[in-house]
């Protein structure tokens, strides 16, 4: 079915294939943004779903030596203030909690920045003079992560928060990820398509994905996809946290397991981490479905970070056609947006 082209152009009216093939050179967009930075003690980005996905990649590659917190509700920690970095991340430009959380960033008096496409953050930003990181329009934000994460580590390369040599290994690691995605795409047959291969596996099933913690922004934008791309439920955890709860909830109930299950290990977590999912998948044997088992290609964090997102990309799409859904409205979420204005 999935080898049907015609079947995937009527289906995929927007081309989020299309989209999910070129989003490696997302990851080549220039930012030239010119912003003068007092001391910074620490990092705060307000961002809420796939606009709050960018900064948990950088949060694992190329990470902070300053405490780097992503808030994704409508209140900012109470320390922050003039030593503080705030961020201010929408894709849109109008989503609430992240215009909730700028205005308490200038009660504060925080060290703002904005980035989004436009909206009313882009206004507030001309408004105000903050430096404007603009994203590309066009897109749903899920489909736009590669555009926020360039542009990120293109503000902490500013901020002096690391190194001007990230950017070069962000676009080596750019024209890599091109090269692979032409593995995954629909000309592809199933045969020789882990993506492909992948959706056939999870269809029909709540989806359950684990992996460790450096590459747990993978994991999340998996479940993201599978959420938003899909219409699937899907769920998402992290190792070693697994082990001192959710482990347990596996052996009983429910006794008939409607859930497919998928790891997403890496060599280079942890070589505990890495123990923990060969002993969990022993002792859970019977009691959980086999886990399909991811390992990412690449052979630094960062690769295997993007390789792994763009996988998830790809595997969510076709998880939607075979669900015969498009993949890129999320009407349901428009509809709560309409209703909270009403409040």
Request: proline residues 5%; hydrophobic residues 40%; negative net charge.
């Amino acid at each position: 079915m999935l080898d049907d082209l015609k079947m995937i152009h009527n289906r995929d009216k927007e081309d989020s294939l299309g989209i999910a093939g070129k989003q490696w050179e997302q990851l080549k967009q220039a930012y030239d943004v010119e912003a003068d930075f007092g001391p910074i003690d620490n990092v705060v980005l307000a961002g809420m779903g796939g606009s709050a996905l960018a900064a948990e990649v950088a949060a694992s590659w190329p990470g902070l030596d300053k405490p780097f917190v992503i808030v994704k509700n409508y209140n900012l920690p109470s320390y922050v203030g003039k030593n503080t970095l705030f961020i201010a991340s929408s894709y849109s430009g109008n989503t609430e909690e992240t215009l909730a959380g700028l205005d308490e960033a200038e009660e504060k008096g925080a060290q703002i920045v904005i980035i989004c496409s436009g909206g009313k953050l882009a206004e507030r930003a001309k408004e105000k003079n903050y430096p404007f990181y603009k994203i590309p329009g066009g897109f749903q934000p899920r489909m736009a992560i590669f555009y926020n994460f360039a542009a990120l580590i293109s503000l902490f390369v500013s901020a002096g928060l690391t190194g001007a040599d990230k950017l070069k290994e962000l676009a080596s690691a750019a024209d890599w990820l091109g090269e692979q995605a032409k593995e995954l795409g629909p000309e592809v047959p199933a045969e020789r398509n882990l993506a492909k291969k992948m959706a056939q596996e999870l269809v029909g099933n709540s989806i359950v994905i684990y992996s460790g913690p450096k590459l747990f922004p993978a994991a999340y934008k998996w479940k993201i996809n599978f959420n938003e791309n899909a219409k699937n439920i899907a769920w998402c955890n992290q190792l070693p946290e697994f082990n001192h709860n959710e482990f347990q909830g596996w052996i009983s109930h429910p006794v008939e397991k409607p859930y497919k299950v998928v790891d997403i290990r890496s060599n280079l977590e942890h070589a505990r981490v890495q123990a923990r999912f060969e002993i969990s998948e022993k002792l859970l044997s019977g009691k959980k479905p086999t886990a399909e088992v991811i390992k990412p290609a690449g052979d630094s964090l960062l690769k295997q970070l993007l390789w792994s997102i763009q996988l998830g990309d790809f595997t969510s799409l076709y998880l939607a056609l075979l669900n015969g859904l498009d993949p890129t409205p999320v009407d349901l979420i428009e509809k709560l947006k309409v209703e909270l204005k009403k409040v």
